[in-house]
Structures are given as C-alpha cells and as structure tokens.
T-cell receptor
Framework: DAKTTQPNSMESNEEEPVHLPCNHS???????IHWYRQLPSQGPEYVIH???SNVNNRMASLAIAEDRKSSTLILHRATLRDAAVYYC???????FGAGTILRVKS | NAGVTQTPKFQVLKTGQSMTLQCAQD?????MSWYRQDPGMGLRLIHY???????DQGEVPNGYNVSRSTTEDFPLRLLSAAPSQTSVYFC???????????????FGAGTRLSVL
C-alpha cells in the first residue's frame, strides 16, 4: 500500500490560514487522497478528499500537486475548535499513520 | 440516522476474560472495519469486511475474531484478553471499497478498553 508522510506537529494562530502538507510519492493513479481529523477523545471524522483536481468544501480546501506526489490541506481561518490530529490517507483500506497534531493558539 | 454505534463505551476486563465489542451502522454500508488506537498513536486496522459473510485481516489481527452475518453489524471478539489489548477501539463503515472508489469512512465514538 502507498504510504504518506506528514509532519508530527504544527502550530497556528487563531484566525490565520493553516497549510498541512502530506507527501505520498508512491501514490498510484487510482488512489484517492483523503483527509480526516480526530478531535480529542473522539473518533476520526472525514474532512475532504480528491483525486487530481483541487477541492473545496465548507470545512477546508485540498490542493493536489500536478504530479500527485503531495497534497496540502488548507484551513482558511483556524479556530480553537480546529485543534486536532489530521490524517492524510490514500487508497482503499485507509491505513492511518500518526498524522499531524495541529495546535491553535489564541 | 444514528450512523455508527459502538457499545459499550467503556469496559474493564481481567486478563483471560473474553468479550465482544459491538458495532452497528444504519447507513446500509457494505464496508466495515475495526481499528485500535494506542495512546499517542495513529489507528491500526484489525479486521475488515467488504460485505455480509466476508471478512479479512488487517494489520494487527492476532487475538481478535470477527464475523459479519448481516450488513448492519460487525462485532469484534476478544477471545482471551491480554493487557496488550488495552486500547481505544473504533469501528467504521463506508459505502464501498476497491478500485478508484471514494471511500469516505464514518467512525463510531469508540470503546475504551482496559485489561488488567
């Protein structure tokens, strides 16, 4: 299965944009890129997904590199409620790595 | 819709005891899976099912059994609990799996299990 690489942690100020990177250099042509987040003491929740084109929804935007070897989850205005672990996942079985811990400072 | 429902929310077992973690979904999803999450770690796939009557092993299947007799239910059985199975267990379901399918998973709230 293709693997992803994410920074262990990131920090952001409240109301500022956050760019969470993910590298997936061994991605296959049919692998969708999914992002989930896990708030403290909760199960993961879906954030966004895409295949080749950039995607937007009410929670975030997903920017996918042209060669699809990396992607970036964009939170346009971070709030304290966005503090969570963010997971970048590929393919069908959704293998979760350690994710990126996002800390948001007020 | 209730989504994915896990019971119990908390459980304490003694070493060697057996128990079943329940998972039910009301979204008519074909794909269901079980993960465990140890402190400070990501989720690790235990077992999964692509439909009623079909199950397969994930990354860490040892010590766990599953069955899928209906689309709605996917119980996880611990045959003889060990302290190493102390963890938070999450059940998830999704519409489909395979090929280029979108595979948005919906997770339950988790079961926190302690084995003494």
């Amino acid at each position: 299965d293709a693997k992803t690489t994410q920074p262990n942690s990131m920090e952001s100020n409240e109301e500022e944009p956050v760019h969470l990177p993910c590298n997936h250099s061994t991605i296959s042509g049919t692998d969708y890129i999914h992002w989930y987040r896990q708030l403290p003491s909760q199960g993961p929740e879906y954030v966004i997904h895409g295949l080749t084109s950039n995607v937007n929804n009410r929670m975030a935007s997903l920017a996918i590199a042209e060669d699809r070897k990396s992607s970036t989850l964009i939170l346009h205005r971070a709030t304290l409620r966005d503090a969570a672990v963010y997971y970048c996942i590929l393919g069908n079985k959704l293998v979760f790595g350690a994710g990126t811990i996002l800390r948001v400072k007020s | 819709n209730a989504g994915v429902t896990q019971t119990p929310k908390f459980q304490v077992l003694k070493t060697g005891q057996s128990m079943t973690l329940q998972c039910a979904q009301d979204m008519n999803h074909e794909y269901m899976s079980w993960y465990r999450q140890d402190p400070g770690m990501g989720l690790r796939l235990i077992h999964y099912s692509v439909g009623a009557g079909i199950t397969d092993q994930g990354e860490v299947p040892n010590g766990y059994n599953v069955s899928r007799s209906t689309t709605e239910d996917f119980p996880l059985r611990l045959l003889s609990a060990a302290p190493s199975q102390t963890s938070v267990y999450f059940c998830a379901s999704s519409y489909s799996i395979g090929g280029a399918a979108k595979n948005i998973q919906y997770f339950g709230a988790g079961t926190r299990l302690s084995v003494l």
